[in-house]
């Protein structure tokens, strides 16, 4: 029953450690765009 439970809670991890690589490469993206964005419209600062 142990081993089931470890694996379940290995298994939880890793999914949830591939969420937030995800999340954090979301947010690289909105931030350059909205890094574009404000170059555009402030004239490259």
Known sequence: MEEVMDKAVKAVR??????IEEYIKHQEKENDK????????FGGY
């Open 14 to 19: 890793e999914a949830s450690r591939r969420e």
């Open 34 to 41: 909205t890094r574009a964005l404000l170059r555009e419209l």
